[in-house]
């Protein structure tokens, strides 16, 4: 086996200047609030969904679980807008209606099993139910995942636009 050589001779001789590597293009903007808050609205709602999805499956509410539903809504919004102060506050306000939102769908499921109807029919037909069910069932801790989840979102958000 021979070892490869370099061509003989000076490529550079007649004047020839080595090609630059191509320019990367520049990393796109990320300062786009309209977009960070649509895409932290998105976050909110699905995680509005699966937190009350599971918060009604097992029958009770899981702290950390909004612990993460803040953090999800805040990250999401912080990825997609940038380092704009707006969206860490959007964050937090967002976190704390999906947090509610999850609560409410929670308290649909529980309900729908308790009176054997869908839980789409309880949430949207008797949502003043719900809201007076939600309003009596709330204690200290419930403010307390309200106040984990805007602080994650916040958390996240900052983050996300590092």
């Known amino acids: 086996m021979s070892q490869p050589v370099p061509p003989p001779g000076n490529p550079f001789a007649d004047g ?20 960070g808050l649509v895409a932290g609205l998105v976050a909110a709602l699905v995680a509005a969904g699966v937190y009350g999805g599971i918060a009604g499956a097992i029958e ?14 805040g990250f999401a919004a912080g990825k997609a807008g940038g380092n704009n102060p707006v969206l860490s506050v959007a964050g937090s306000v967002l976190s704390l209606g999906s947090v509610y939102l999850g609560q409410l769908v929670a308290l649909s499921i529980i309900g729908a099993k308790a009176l ?8 949207f037909g008797h949502f003043d139910v719900l809201t007076a069910a939600w309003k009596e069932d709330l204690d200290p801790l419930t403010f307390l995942f309200f106040g984990l989840a805007a602080f994650a979102a916040f958390s996240g958000a900052k983050k996300a636009a590092q």
């Open 60 to 73: 009770r509410e899981i702290g950390w679980a909004a612990v993460g539903v803040g953090f999800l809504v």
């Open 16 to 35: 020839a200047a080595p090609q630059p590597y191509p320019v990367a293009p520049p990393a796109p903007a990320r300062d786009n609030v309209g977009l």
């Open 116 to 123: 054997n109807v869908s839980a789409t029919e309880l949430f």
